[in-house]
């Protein structure tokens, strides 16, 4: 079972949210797949790819608005993230007929959140901490 340890918190509650529903996600995915279900695995990756693009354009969203400097490059890691979700895809096509796909879809799942949550939105955690503060010091 994955889990996001606080640490790993963004501290803006839609972000974390939507974190933690691409988690319950991931959680169905690997219980289906240990559960021998390999066609309700099948069915529930396009939703985690529908969502985690809904969450991209979430995040995206609240970063502009923000103003922050970064947003090109958090822009364009999200785009590299593409191509991982398309061979989800593909893997979810094959898990019913291929065991093997099971494993590496399983695989691919964790990895995507780690590279999404910890090595590219924690870059953003700090500047979101930081206009939080501005905002509460100037509504004094």
Do not use: W
């Amino acid at each position: 079972m994955v889990q996001i340890s606080p640490s790993f918190k963004i501290e803006s509650e839609t972000i974390d949210n939507d974190h933690r529903h691409l988690v319950e996600i991931i959680n169905e995915i690997t219980k289906a797949i240990d559960d021998g279900q390999p066609g309700e695995c099948a069915r529930l990756v396009p939703d985690f790819v529908a969502f985690t693009k809904q969450h991209f354009d979430r995040e995206e969203a609240l970063l502009a608005g923000l103003s922050y400097p970064l947003l090109e490059k958090h822009r364009r890691h999200h785009i590299s993230l593409d191509d991982k979700l398309q061979i989800m895809l593909n893997l979810a096509a094959r898990v019913v007929e291929h065991p093997p796909a099971r494993d590496s879809l399983r695989k691919e799942l964790v990895y995507f959140l780690l590279d999404d949550v910890i090595n590219e939105d924690l870059n953003f955690k700090k500047f979101l901490a930081e206009v939080e503060t501005d905002a509460a010091g100037s509504d004094k």
